[in-house]
Structure formats: C-alpha cells, structure tokens
C-alpha cells in the first residue's frame, strides 16, 4: 500500500531512497498527468505530458512505476539482470477466489512460452524455439496468407452497400489461420482460439472483478487442455508443425520438457495472432486516416515494409509491457525499490522527439520507423516480429491492388479495448467507390 503524503515526506525527510514523494503524490491523485492506464482511445496527450513532467511515475492505481521516455524504456529492457520479466503475464488484477478454483481444479498450470521467463531458462528455450521458429516456415506459409487474404477482401468487397468493417472481414482470421496452421491445429477453430484468445487477454491485462473473472477462467482451463493435447498428437503422430519440429528436437536431446512446449503453444496460440490482427487492423486505420500516404502506396508499393514500421512506431499494438526490480535500483534518475513492478511505455517512447523528429506526424518515408521498441528489446525481442510484418506486408500489397479506393467510413469514431498494454481497435469501418 502507498504511504501518505505525511508518511512520504517524512521518510524521505529520513533519507529513505525511495522516492515517496511521487508515491505520495500519485497517491493524493493529483499527480497522474492525464494519463489513464486502461484507456486506450488516445492515449498519446497524457504520454507526452509524462514525458515533459514526470517521465518515471509511480501510479498506485496499478502499482507500477510508468516509464515514458525512450532511452528510459530501452535501457530497462535491455537490463534484464536487474529488471526481470517474471512479471509480465502476471494478471494485473488479482484473481478471485472463484477462478482461482476454477483454474485449480482444471488443472491450469500454464506459462509464459518465453516472455516471462529469465535466464538461464530463457535462454535455453529460446535457443531451441528459434531453431524451429525459421524463416523457412514463413516462406511456406505466404502463398497461403496470400491466399487467404484475396478471398477475405473478396467475400467483404461483395457488400451490396460497399461497407464493411476491415478487422472483423479481412484483419481477424488471417494471422489466427496462420498460426493455427504453424502450430498444426485445425484451422477450422479459428471462433475457438479468438474466444480463448479473449479471455487470456483479459484476465491478464484487463481490469475484470471476481465476478467478470469467471467466465474467462474456464475458457482458459479448456485453452490450457487443448495446448497439452496437442503436445500429446505430436508424440503420437508427428507432423509438419512448429509444436511436432520440438517433440522432434525432444526426441533429439534438445533440454525441453512437454510442460514448456505446451507453454510455448499457449503464448503462440495468443501472441502470434492477436497482436498481428492489431497491427493490420491499424495499418488500414492509420494510412486511410493519411490518405496522402495511402496513395503514395498505390503509386510505390515497394514503401510498405517502411509504412508498417511507421504504423508500428506511430500506433503499435502493445503499447506498455512490464517488468520488476530485482534490486534497489534507479531509472532516470529516479530511485526504484527493490520488488516494485515497472510499466515500460513503448507506446511513449515511440513518440519522444529526442529520438525521432515531429514524432506525431505519421511519416511512411521516416527513415528511422524502424528504430521503435513496439517489439521489445534485447534479450526478449519478439521471436515473431518477421512473421507479423510479412502478414501486414502480405495484406497491404493485396488491398492496394484490389481496393485502392478504399476509404475510412465517413463519421467513424473508432473505440478500443480497455487494457493495460494491448492497443486494440474494436472496428474499422470502410467503404469504396463503385
């Protein structure tokens, strides 16, 4: 619990380290800047007044020190062996005793597949998952995402009105399609694995009471069986999957266990696709809202890779991540306690104008888009970066060419989930031209 203003000043009159003057401030709630930590419409304002005012700020509502400035941001990630992962798929609220029951007695014994856990553990799971996580698999799959995407634009194109909402019609199923078939699972289940999806995403990062909780517990108890099945088929029958390459590499000698396979297929099952789903949902978004840009793209399409990595930069899909003291410690100058949780603001840093310039305009040709932290950095570096840019390229290259006249509906307000780190846009409605 954070001291009060008389308690803080006091410690800090005592030459406590900690610093319990921004703790005491935050705590008298006049000191959070704007900044909301469950919405996501435009968070962007209270971002840059963290940044001017108060760029490392301890916000009692989440009990975490939010972290806004680049260099900030970056250093911290890189120094895992002072600021650990471990807490990063930790639910930000606690759970009730209803679904922790629920969990208990359906056997939920899930992990993090990588991005929670530290070395040397980290280490060696990494190591065998990039052997099987290549870009030979990528390669295979693009005639299929390919194909995938021309049929989805074509089912939505066929609107008698010529409207349409470009995540629930093309940006939803793709990437969900893709990793099911990476991981060898029926591609059929796509409603299934977006249901679960849903509920890992909210019971994680989302704001739910006892009560909201329930539900999502028990699709997270069935999400948890099937990843263990589906280590259990691949024993049983191979297979040209990522899951059925690491039973191999199992079989092989490689030092990992059924347990943190399964584990790896329930992070993939999740991350592979709902972040991807976000980024190509906010590629048609952010460039039908620049619709100078846009046509830019129709006359060079060869800009794309840079546009995703501009929309990546400017709107990225995760936009906070986070990470715990392991030590007393310092960001910024700030003094940090041993066991606080960090908030790295990626979605901050990404638009601090010490490192990019006019970082608010949306700029296709930026030439250092590339430079953003929307993937992490250092050792826990997204393993499928390669993979959701291919996709985003994959489905601007085939949008441009079938619709180019595609547009944002006219008056559309687009919302966002509530989260704590996820980005996510609830539509984007489109109409085009006859």
Excluded at 114 to 122: F, K, M, Q
Excluded at 265 to 278: D, N, Q
Excluded at 282 to 288: A, E, P, T
Aim: hydrophobic share 40%.
């Amino acid at each position: 619990m954070a001291l009060s203003p008389t308690e803080a000043r006091a410690a800090a009159a005592a030459g406590c380290p900690v610093d319990h003057e921004a703790i005491a401030r935050a705590a008298s709630g006049d000191a959070h800047h704007g900044y909301e930590p469950f919405e996501m419409k435009d968070p962007f304002p209270a971002y840059a007044e963290l940044r001017r005012d108060e760029p490392v700020m301890y916000d009692e509502r989440i009990d975490c020190w939010v972290v806004t400035r680049y260099d900030d941001v970056k250093s911290t990630f890189e120094n895992w062996e002072t600021f650990s992962s471990e807490n990063a798929q930790a639910p930000v609220r606690e759970r009730g005793p209803q679904a922790t029951q629920i969990m208990k007695d359906g056997g939920f014994t899930a992990y993090s597949g990588l991005s929670a856990r530290i070395p040397p553990e980290h280490t060696r799971i990494r190591a065998i998952a990039q052997r099987a996580f290549t870009p030979r698999r990528f390669k295979a799959l693009e005639p299929a995402i390919r194909e995938n995407t021309r049929k989805a634009l074509e089912a939505m194109l066929a609107s008698p009105d010529r409207t349409g909402d470009f995540l629930a019609e093309v940006a939803y199923d793709i990437p969900t399609v893709t990793i099911l078939t990476l991981l060898g699972v029926d591609t059929s289940r796509v409603p299934t694995y977006k249901r679960w999806s849903d509920s890992r995403a909210a019971m994680t990062w989302g704001n739910l009471d006892d009560d909201e909780q329930v539900p999502h517990a028990h699709n997270l108890v069935e999400y948890w069986q099937e990843c263990l099945a589906l280590v259990t088929a691949a024993h049983a029958d191979g297979g040209d999957s990522f899951i059925a390459d690491l039973v191999a590499a199992q079989g092989d000698g490689a030092e990992i266990s059924d347990h943190e396979i399964a584990s790896l297929a329930y992070s993939l099952l999740f991350a592979g696709h709902e972040t991807t789903t976000t980024l190509i949902s906010n590629c048609i978004r952010v460039l039908l809202s620049h619709r100078d840009q846009w046509l830019q793209l129709i006359d060079d399409p060869s800009r794309i890779p840079g546009a995703v990595d501009e929309v990546l930069r400017f709107s990225g899909s995760i936009v906070a991540w986070r990470r715990k003291a392991l030590k007393d410690t310092e960001i910024g100058g700030v003094a940090i306690p041993k066991g606080a949780n960090i908030l790295l603001v990626m979605g901050s840093a990404n638009r601090d104008a010490n490192v990019f310039e006019n970082p608010d305009v949306f700029d296709i040709t930026r030439p250092d888009a590339r430079n953003h932290l929307s993937f992490g950095f250092g050792i826990h570096y997204c393993l499928g970066n390669m993979l959701a840019k291919l996709q985003a390229k994959i489905v601007l290259e085939e949008t441009l060419a079938a619709v180019p006249g595609l547009r944002l509906a006219d008056g559309a307000d687009i919302g966002f989930r509530e989260n704590l780190s996820f980005r996510v846009p609830l539509s984007v409605p489109v109409t085009w031209e006859a």
